[in-house]
T-cell receptor
Framework: ETGVTQTPRHLVMGMTNKKSLKCEQHLGHNAMYWYKQSAKKPLELMFV???????ENNSVPSRFSPECPNSSHLFLHLHTLQPEDSALYLC?????????????FGSGTQLSVL | QKEVEQNSGPLSVPEGAIASLNCTYSDRGSQSFFWYRQYSGKSPELIMF????GDKEDGRFTAQLNKASQYVSLLIRDSQPSDSATYLCAVYSARQLTFGSGTQLTVLP
């Protein structure tokens, strides 16, 4: 495996379900990110982890809970979501943060909340 | 509130023409600038980055930065149908990377 891999590719869940998104990066990068992409809206940063420490939590509702057990793996735990949470969720990694923050994205999870 | 603005398009150009994509940003202290390409149903892919005023060329792509006017452009020379995608501008300032909504480009054969 190379690059950034995300599973699952598609997810349909009810508002009472609990599910998790998984991301793994094989690039040896130091930072990992969760982004949300909704139709016709800019990419929204949700969480940033640098060397396994959360450095950014962009006012995301508590029904989204990230976990970063090591520098290669990132999870997004979902519970009691709302229909407006339906979107493409993208994981990304970068070698550096800051001026040189070049992101490598995974293929994304298309989430539908019913 | 830092803003990054792009025309949503769609922008249509004939094959072989130059496609010009523009991006303006609100924070005068912005320090680095990125262009991502996103094919339909795929994730964004970094294609260009620029830090200093002026032009930066990479193959058929040229990024242009004008900090005084607060805009950054992406030129695609000899456009091909395979360049049809949404192009996202991203600007780094004050410890945050902000994306624009993207410009949809269609290159007509």
């Amino acid at each position: 495996e190379t690059g950034v891999t995300q599973t699952p590719r598609h997810l349909v869940m009810g508002m009472t379900n609990k599910k998790s998104l998984k991301c793994e990066q094989h690039l040896g990068h130091n930072a990992m990110y969760w982004y949300k992409q909704s139709a016709k809206k800019p990419l929204e940063l949700m969480f940033v982890y640098s060397l396994e420490e959360r450095v950014e939590n962009n006012s995301v509702p508590s029904r989204f809970s990230p976990e970063c057990p090591n520098s290669s793996h990132l999870f997004l735990h979902l519970h009691t979501l709302q229909p407006e949470d339906s979107a493409l969720y993208l994981c990304a990694s970068s070698q550096d943060q800051g001026l040189n923050e070049k992101l490598f994205f995974g293929s994304g999870t298309q989430l539908s909340v019913l | 509130q830092k803003e990054v603005e792009q025309n949503s398009g769609p922008l249509s150009v004939p094959e072989g023409a130059i496609a010009s994509l523009n991006c303006t940003y609100s924070d005068r202290g912005s320090q680095s600038f990125f262009w991502y390409r996103q094919y339909s149903g795929k994730s964004p892919e970094l294609i260009m980055f620029i830090y200093s005023n002026g032009d930066k060329e990479d193959g058929r792509f040229t990024a242009q930065l004008n900090k005084a006017s607060q805009y950054v452009s992406l030129l695609i020379r000899d456009s091909q149908p395979s360049d049809s995608a949404t192009y996202l501008c991203a600007v780094y300032s004050a410890r945050q990377l902000t994306f624009g909504s993207g410009t949809q480009l269609t290159v007509l054969p």
